[in-house]
C-alpha cells in the first residue's frame, strides 16, 4: 500500500478562498447564533452593543461583536460559558492557571471529532503519515496536549506511544527500543531529553528520531536551529491554547515558514493590543480567535495576547489556509525593567548568538533600593566548567554584552553550576519575579 501524501482530512487546508469564506461565515453565523441563544455574558454584551445574530453578514461584520477574554471564562467558572447542557458533554480540561482557580473547558462529541481532525491534520502538515511511530511526552492530564495529540495521532494511523510527560530514563528506552520515528513534547522537555541522551553517551545517530512536534510554550527560531543541528531531527512548532480547542489550532507544514491557521475552524483576526482595532494583514498585533465550529463553548473575538502577524503570500507546500508568524511573546510576558520592554524570547535570542549550544538558563528580576535588577542564570554545561576561570569570565562578559546590544539595559549573567537550575518537565519557567514579593 502507498502512502496518501496528505490525511484526507487535510483536504481542508487546500480550498480555494471562495470555498473557505462561504464556510467560515455559514460558521460564524451558526456559532453566533448559538452564543446569543445559550450564553448569558454573550447575549448581555451584544445586547449592551445593539447588535443581533441576524446582523453578521459578512465575515468583516465580526468587528461588530464583543472581545472575549481569559478572565470571561475565570468570572463564569466552572460552566458559565457552556452554551449546550452538561448531559451533551463528553469531556472536560482545564488549564494550569498560575494563580487561583483552573478555566474549565468542555467538549462535545462533534468537539472532540474536529480536535481529532485538526490534529491529524496538523501531523500531516509536518510529514507524518500511518508508517511513523509517535512518542507523546505531552502530558495527559486537564492538559489538553496529551490526549489532543494521542487522537490526532491515531486518526493519522500512526502507531502512538502514550507514554506522557515525565520518567526521563524510560522515555529514552522507548525512543530507543520501540523504533520511535517522531516525538512530541514542550521544546524544553526535548531539549531535557537530548541532555539525558548525551550524558549517558548514546547518540541521536542510533536514533530512529526524525521529527520533533513542538509546542505549550514559545520557544524561539534560533532554538530550532540549536535542537536540529544537535540531535538531526527536524523540529516542527505547532500552535494551540486551552480556551479555543488545546493544540491544533495552528501548525507548520515541512516548509517550516510560518504556521497554518485551521481557518475552517477558527477565524483570526490581527488587532492593536491596546485599541483592539483591527489591524491590515502582515501588520504585527494580537492574535484573536473565534470557534467556528465549537459547540461546547463558542468563544467570539478570544484576546490570545499572543504577538504575531498573518504571512500575506502563499506557501510553497500548496495549502491554502494562511499562516502567521512563529509567536515569540505575548503581550503579557512582557517586563518592564526600568521603564524598557523586555521580551525573554529577546534574551533567548541574544544568547544563542553568543552560545549556540545554549544550556538551560532562567531570567530572575528583583528590586533594589527601589530600582529594577535583571539577573540572567546560566548553567554552564560540564565542558565549559572545566575551562579556566578565565574563559568563564570572557563567556559571561560576552553574555552581558550581547544582551546589552539587543535590549539596550545593562543586565548581571551569573554562570551557575551544571543543572543546579530546577528542571520542569512540562514549561520551562524562564522568569522568576521576585519584584511582588518583597
Ligand atoms: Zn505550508
Not at 502567521?324 to 544563542?352: K, W, Y
Request: proline content about 4%; some cysteine; hydrophobic content about 40%.
Amino acid at each position: 500500500m502507498g502512502v496518501l501524501p496528505f490525511h484526507p482530512d487535510s483536504c481542508a487546508d487546500f480550498l480555494t478562498s471562495d470555498e473557505l469564506h462561504r464556510i467560515q461565515l455559514h460558521r460564524l453565523q451558526t456559532v453566533v447564533r448559538a452564543s446569543y441563544e445559550h450564553v448569558p455574558l454573550t447575549r448581555q454584551r451584544m445586547q449592551e452593543r445593539g447588535v443581533k445574530p441576524e446582523h453578521i453578514r459578512s465575515l468583516a461584520d465580526i468587528a461588530a461583536l464583543p472581545f472575549m477574554q481569559k478572565t470571561d471564562l475565570r468570572d463564569t467558572y466552572p460552566y458559565g460559558l457552556f452554551a449546550r447542557p452538561m448531559s451533551d458533554i463528553v469531556r472536560l480540561h482545564a488549564s494550569s492557571g498560575t494563580t487561583g482557580k483552573p478555566i474549565i473547558v468542555g467538549y462535545t462529541r462533534d468537539d472532540l471529532n474536529v480536535w481529532t481532525s485538526v490534529m491529524a491534520r496538523t501531523f500531516s502538515a509536518v510529514g507524518l503519515n500511518q508508517h511513523d511511530v509517535i512518542q507523546n511526552a505531552f502530558g495527559y492530564s486537564l492538559f489538553t496536549g496529551g490526549l489532543g495529540a494521542h487522537y490526532g495521532a491515531e486518526a493519522l494511523g500512526a502507531t502512538v506511544i502514550p507514554i506522557s510527560g515525565g520518567n526521563t530514563e524510560r522515555q529514552i528506552m522507548v525512543m530507543q527500543d520501540f523504533g520511535v520515528t517522531a516525538i512530541c513534547s514542550t521544546p524544553s522537555y526535548f531539549l531535557h531529553l537530548v541532555e539525558a541522551v548525551e550524558a549517558s553517551g548514546r547518540g541521536f545517530g542510533n536514533l530512529n528520531l526524525k521529527t520533533g512536534v513542538f509546542g505549550a510554550e514559545p520557544w524561539t527560531d534560533s532554538m530550532r536551529a540549536h535542537i536540529q543541528s544537535r540531535t538531526g531531527i527536524k523540529a516542527y512548532d505547532i500552535y494551540g491554547l486551552t480556551e479555543i480547542i488545546g493544540p491544533g489550532v495552528a501548525t507548520e507544514c515541512e516548509q517550516q515558514a510560518g504556521m497554518h491557521v485551521f481557518e475552517d475552524h477558527f477565524l483570526m483576526e490581527i488587532v492593536d493590543p491596546k485599541t483592539g482595532k483591527t489591524l491590515a494583514d502582515g501588520e504585527e498585533g494580537e492574535l484573536v480567535l473565534t470557534t467556528l465550529s465549537k459547540q461546547a463553548i463558542p468563544m467570539i473575538r478570544f484576546r490570545t495576547h499572543d504577538i504575531t502577524s498573518i504571512i500575506t503570500e502563499p506557501c510553497a507546500c500548496g495549502r491554502t489556509i494562511r499562516r502567521i508568524r512563529r509567536i515569540t511573546h505575548r503581550c503579557d510576558d512582557m517586563m518592564i525593567i526600568r521603564g524598557v520592554n523586555v521580551f525573554p524570547s529577546q534574551i533567548e535570542a541574544a544568547l544563542l548568538e553568543v552560545e549556540p549550544t545554549l544550556p538551560h538558563y532562567q531570567i530572575v528580576l528583583s528590586r533594589k533600593e527601589g530600582l529594577d535588577q535583571m539577573e540572567v542564570r546560566i548553567e554552564v554545561t560540564e565542558a565549559m566548567f572545566r575551562d579556566k576561570v578565565s574563559a568563564l569570565e570572557q563567556l559571561q562578559k560576552r553574555m552581558e554584552h550581547a544582551i546589552e546590544h539587543v535590549v539596550g539595559l545593562r543586565v548581571n549573567v551569573r554562570l551557575v553550576e551544571p543543572r543546579s537550575i530546577a528542571r520542569s518537565e512540562g514549561k520551562a519557567k524562564r522568569v522568576v519575579d521576585q519584584r511582588k514579593e518583597g
